[in-house]
C-alpha cells in the first residue's frame, strides 16, 4: 500500500520540526475548546461533505462542470483498461523472453512500444482534466462562499462575535484542498472499484482461493488502519487552526510594527508568538505519534494489498478540511439560527419613505414637518453582549442642519450609539427610524417600489432579513478615526463604497479563453438604478483639492496608481481622503467618530465647513472644545451608575451661553 502521509505533509512536518528547535520546552496548557474537541461521525462528515461539494454541481455552471467531470471519468476508465492491457502485454513478453523465443519477444517489444506511445497521453490527459476541473470548482466556490461571506455583514458578524477562528484560511486553503483532494479522492474510489472488478478477474484466473484470502486480508486491514487513524481528523482540524492562529498572530505585529514599536511591546508580543507556536508545536507531536501507530500497522501489510486501504485511510486527513469547511458553511447558513439570536429584544431599524401622503395615514402620531426630519430615536437602551447596560432610554430626534455633538467619557457608550445607528449594533431595545426621500427628489434617486414607511430591516445583526439596498445611497456614512483604504488606486479609494469599477463587457466572441462567467462580477440591476452619476475625473481631482489632497496627485502621478495606502498616507491625510469619499457620496447624513483628530484646527474647521456647505446632517464624536463651534446641539454621556434610574445622558443646544461656559472652564 502506497504510504499513507503524503510527501507534502511529510516535507512541511520535517521544516516544523526543524523550525521548532528554538522554541522553549515549556508549554501552556491547551485551550478547552481545544481539548474538548472530538472529531465529527461518519453521519455528519457525510453531510458535511454534501453540503459543501453539491452546490456548484447545481449551480449555473454545471453543463460545463459535469461534461469536464464525465470526460475525467472516461479518461480513468480509458487508463484502467490500459493498464489491464499492460499486465496483458507485460505477461506475454516476458514469456518470451524466457522461452528464448526470438520472433514472439521482438513482436511483444513493438507492441509494448507502441502501447506506451498510445497509452502515456491518456495518464497525462487524465491528470491535466482532473486539475483544470479541480481549479474550475475552486474558482466557482471562492466566489460562492466569498458573496455569501460579504453578504449581510456576515465578515463582521463572524469577527465581532469569534464564531469560529480564521475563515480567511478557510477560503483560500480549505477550499483549495477539497476541490482538489475531493476529485482525486472520487476518481480514488472509481479507478479502485473499476481496478478491483478488472484485476479480480485476473486474480481469479489464478488461484481463486489467494483471491478470497487476500480480498479478506485487504478489507480486515482497511479496518483496522481507519480504527488506529480515527483521531488524525480532530488532530489535522486542530493542526489547520493553530497554525493560522500563528500566521496570523505574525501579520498582526507587521500591520502594527509601529504601534508596537512605540508601547516597546517586544517582548509582550514574543511570549504571545511563542504561546501559540508552543500549541501548535504540541499538536503537531500528537498529530505525528497517531501518524507514527498508523505507519507501524500499515507498512506491515503495504505491498500486499494496494486498493482499498489506500482508497480509504489516505484521505483521512482530507475529512478534517470536510469539517472545517462544513462547520464554516453552516455558520454562514445559520444567521437566524438559536446559537446566534438568543434574545427576543433587540433594536430595531427602520426606514420610511417621507414623501408619500399615505404616509401620515398610517403614521397620524408623526409631526407635519416629517420632510424635514432625518432620524428618530426612541427609548433606546444600548447593552453589551453581557447585558451590561451602557445608555438608557435615549429619545432623540434629528432633523436636516441639525448637527450633533456627542461626547462622554472612554466606555460610556458613545462609538456604540453610533454603531446602532448604522445598523452593526443590535444589543439592546428601542427603535431608530430614518427617513428617506422618494423617487420624485430628483437628488435622491430612490427605488420607486419602496413602500411608505416600509420596515426594510427589521434590525437584528443575527437575523436572516437582507439589509436595505439603498442604504449605501440614502441612509448612514460613517467615518471612522482610523479610516478604511482598500486594495486599489487613489481612484478606487476615492470612489468606494459608493461605486465600483465598471465590469468589463466582452461578447462570446471576443471572450478570453478559460474565462469563468461567475468570477465576473456583474452589479445588480436593482442597486445600480439608486447610485448618484458617477463622479468624473475632474471630479475627483477637484474634490482632492477642495479637502487639500491636491499634491499628492503630483506626488503618486495619477488616480490610477496602486500602492498601499494606509502605509503611505499619514493618518491625517488618510481622514482627509475619507471625507473626500463623503463629499462625492453626498448622504444625507453621516457619523464622525472622531474623524478629524489627527487634523489640526485649521484642515479640522474646513473639512466641517464643506460638509456643512454641501447640505449634510452630521453626528460626531469628539473631545476637542473646538467641535463646539461646528454643531448645534451636545449630546452628553455619563457613566451608568447601575444603582440608578434615571437616563445618563442629556441634550443641550449650543449657544453663546454654552461657548461661554466652554471658554470659561
Request: glycine share 6%; net charge neutral.
Amino acid at each position: 500500500m502506497p504510504s499513507i502521509g503524503n510527501p507534502g505533509r511529510r516535507k512541511k512536518i520535517s521544516t516544523f520540526i526543524s523550525s521548532s528547535l528554538a522554541s522553549p520546552s515549556d508549554s501552556s496548557p491547551q485551550p478547552d475548546e481545544d481539548a474538548r474537541r472530538k472529531g465529527p461521525n461518519l453521519s455528519t462528515l457525510a453531510r458535511r461533505f454534501w453540503k459543501v461539494a453539491a452546490p456548484y454541481w447545481y449551480s449555473d455552471d454545471k453543463v460545463e462542470a459535469r461534461l469536464q467531470l464525465a470526460a475525467v471519468f472516461a479518461l480513468t476508465l480509458g487508463t484502467t483498461g490500459i493498464s489491464v492491457g499492460f499486465s496483458f502485454l507485460g505477461r506475454d513478453f516476458y514469456n518470451a523472453l524466457a522461452n528464448k523465443d526470438q520472433e514472439q519477444f521482438t513482436k511483444q517489444l513493438l507492441y509494448y512500444l507502441a502501447s506506451f506511445a498510445g497509452g502515456i497521453p491518456f495518464f497525462v490527459l487524465r491528470d491535466y482534466a482532473r486539475e483544470i476541473l479541480a481549479l474550475r470548482w475552486r474558482s466557482w466556490m471562492t466566489s460562492y462562499y466569498m458573496e455569501r461571506y460579504l453578504k449581510n455583514q456576515m465578515f463582521y458578524k463572524i469577527q465581532s462575535q469569534s464564531i469560529i477562528d480564521n475563515p480567511d484560511q478557510r477560503i483560500v486553503d480549505d477550499l483549495s484542498s477539497f476541490t482538489g483532494t475531493a476529485l482525486s479522492f472520487s476518481l480514488t474510489l472509481f479507478n479502485a472499484a473499476v481496478d478491483l472488478i478488472s484485476f479480480s478477474n485476473i486474480l481469479y484466473g489464478i488461484y481463486p482461493p489467494l483471491f478470497v484470502v487476500l480480498l479478506v486480508y485487504s478489507i480486515g486491514g482497511t479496518a483496522i488502519s481507519v480504527f488506529i487513524g480515527r483521531g488524525l481528523v480532530t488532530l489535522n482540524f486542530l493542526q489547520e487552526k493553530k497554525e493560522a492562529d500563528f500566521r496570523y498572530g505574525l501579520v498582526r505585529v507587521r500591520e502594527n510594527a509601529e504601534s508596537i514599536a512605540f508601547y516597546g511591546g517586544e517582548e509582550n508580543e514574543m511570549q504571545l508568538l511563542l504561546q501559540r507556536f508552543r500549541s501548535s508545536f504540541e499538536n503537531l507531536t500528537k498529530l505525528l505519534i497517531s501518524s507514527r501507530n498508523l505507519e507501524f500497522f500499515t507498512n506491515g501489510y503495504r505491498y500486499l494489498i494496494q486498493i482499498l486501504p489506500a482508497a480509504v485511510v489516505a484521505p483521512i486527513a482530507f475529512s478534517a478540511v470536510i469539517d472545517r469547511l462544513g462547520e464554516f458553511d453552516d455558520v454562514l447558513d445559520s444567521s437566524s439560527s438559536k446559537c446566534l439570536h438568543d434574545s427576543l429584544e433587540e433594536i430595531h431599524l427602520t426606514y420610511c419613505n417621507v414623501n408619500n401622503s399615505t404616509f401620515l395615514k398610517s403614521n397620524v402620531s408623526m409631526p407635519l414637518d416629517r420632510s424635514q426630519k432625518l432620524l428618530d430615536i426612541e427609548n433606546l437602551t444600548l447593552e453589551t453582549p453581557s447585558k451590561a447596560t451602557l445608555v438608557r432610554d435615549l429619545s432623540l430626534k434629528i432633523y436636516e442642519k441639525d448637527h450633533l455633538l456627542v461626547t462622554g467619557p472612554s466606555g460610556s457608550g458613545k462609538t456604540s450609539l453610533l454603531r446602532a445607528i448604522a445598523g452593526l449594533w443590535s444589543t439592546g431595545r428601542g427603535k431608530i427610524t430614518f427617513y428617506v426621500k422618494d423617487a420624485k427628489d430628483p437628488q435622491l434617486p430612490l427605488s420607486p417600489d419602496v413602500p411608505p414607511c416600509e420596515v426594510t430591516s427589521n434590525h437584528n445583526i443575527y437575523g436572516d432579513l437582507e439589509r436595505p439596498r439603498y442604504k449605501n445611497s440614502k441612509g448612514v456614512f460613517f467615518l471612522p478615526q482610523r479610516p478604511y483604504m482598500v486594495l486599489g488606486t487613489l481612484r478606487q479609494q476615492l470612489l468606494y463604497p459608493t461605486w465600483t469599477e465598471d465590469p468589463i463587457s466582452t461578447s462570446d466572441s471576443t471572450k478570453p479563453a478559460g474565462s469563468l462567467p461567475f468570477l465576473m462580477r456583474v452589479p445588480n440591476s436593482e442597486c445600480a438604478t439608486v447610485k448618484p452619476r458617477k463622479p468624473t475625473t475632474e471630479d475627483l481631482i477637484q474634490i482632492l483639492e477642495d479637502v487639500r489632497l491636491g499634491y499628492i496627485l503630483s506626488r503618486f502621478n495619477s488616480l490610477d496608481t496602486k500602492h498601499d495606502w494606509s502605509s503611505v498616507l499619514s493618518i491625517g491625510e488618510q481622514q482627509r481622503l475619507a471625507f473626500a469619499r463623503l463629499l462625492l457620496s453626498k448622504p444625507h447624513l453621516v457619523l464622525l467618530d472622531e474623524s478629524t483628530s489627527a487634523l489640526d484646527e485649521a484642515n479640522e474647521v474646513h473639512l466641517y465647513q464643506l460638509i456643512e456647505a454641501a447640505g449634510i446632517t452630521y453626528i460626531s464624536i469628539g473631545h476637542r472644545r473646538t467641535l463646539y463651534k461646528q454643531h448645534n446641539r451636545i449630546l452628553r454621556i455619563s457613566t451608568l451608575d447601575p444603582d440608578s434610574a434615571q437616563p445618563n445622558w442629556c441634550v443641550e443646544s449650543i449657544n453663546q451661553d454654552t461657548m461661554y461656559n466652554l471658554l470659561k472652564n
